[in-house]
């Protein structure tokens, strides 16, 4: 019934600008993006100085992959509106998925300045903030996320690594084994703590056959991916099952080659000496 109202109300007084904004916001969220983005541009072609028009404008650009129209709108409306928060966000996450982090970075800062308890904003900043290396400011946004969604299993994988990154190994294994707790079938909490209880330093946090259990684990949802295959290599080797290891760094060598990737395969030429040898690899072997 609104919306036949507000065409009903077009009908009369086609240059009313609020008419077409309200219905262009009606059908958006009917999913009828075509027709909200024709009033939309209606609306600001009347009143061109509407930042909540630009900004929803720029929202429905996004739900049809127009992300470059959705910047320009998102940026009309903060140059209109500088403290308009949403905008921020919603800015920093059209950024983002065009791969500017560093602009993304700058707008989501604006935005958890202002909405501070919106965690999915928190949790794209983190992420953003690790991805560019800022690891110190990451661990402060990940714990954030977790105050508000302290069940959030992917903020305490990525928490654990930025731990790890770090060097807090026994922060980083907490939270890996509490991302576990909350999600055991999360295959970068599996393997990146079967690393750590294979290949740590310090044998006081090693342990081959829980490692096992855990590569084993993200083996079956990896399909034979050569970087999952390597710690599956390395955590027989930490429970002396070096027959094992052998062979499965020869497979991850296979599935690296294939790849292209000779960094990868570099290593594992490495560690398959080590294991031919009856030796495991820990981080620092030579």
């Known amino acids: 019934q609104a919306i036949t109202h507000y065409r009903q109300a077009i009908v009369l007084r086609p240059g009313y600008a609020e008419a077409h904004y ?4 009606l ?12 009033h939309y541009e209606v609306a600001l072609s009347i009143n061109p100085d509407d930042p909540e028009a630009h900004n929803n404008l720029g929202a429905t650009f996004v739900q049809q992959g127009r992300i470059d129209d959705a910047i320009a709108h998102y940026q ?64 402060v946004h990940y714990e954030k996320v977790l105050e508000l969604l302290p069940e959030n299993a992917n903020a305490r994988v990525n928490l654990g690594s930025a731990f790890l990154a ?34 740590s330093p310090d044998p006081s946090l090693r342990n081959g056959p829980e490692a096992v259990v855990l590569a084993e684990q993200a083996r079956r949802s990896s ?7 390597r710690i599956l290599a390395a955590a027989y080797a930490e429970a002396d099952r070096f027959s094992e290891a052998t062979a499965t760094a020869h497979e991850a060598l296979q599935a690296a080659d294939e790849e ?18 009856g030796h495991p690899y820990h981080k620092g072997s030579p």
């Open 166 to 199: 770090k060097d807090r190994v026994v922060d980083a294994i907490t939270e890996y084994k509490e991302a576990l707790r909350l999600a055991p079938e999360n295959v970068a909490a599996q393997s990146n703590l079967a690393w750590l209880l294979a290949t």
């Open 260 to 277: 292209g990737n000779s960094a990868l395969s570099g290593l594992l030429r490495r560690e398959i000496e080590l294991y031919e040898s």
């Open 27 to 38: 059908l958006a969220e009917k999913g009828e993006f075509n027709g909200a983005v024709d």
């Open 76 to 139: 009309k409306a903060l140059a209109i509106q500088p403290d308009y928060a949403e905008a921020s966000c919603n800015l920093a996450d059209a950024l983002l998925s065009k791969a500017d982090i560093d602009g993304a970075i700058v707008h989501y800062l604006t935005c958890v300045a202002a909405l501070p308890n919106q965690p999915d904003a928190q949790y794209n900043l983190a992420s953003a903030l690790l991805r560019k290396g800022r690891i110190d400011e990451a661990i």
């Open 223 to 229: 399909d034979g991916k050569p970087l999952i295959l």
């Open 22 to 25: 309200n219905l262009g916001r």
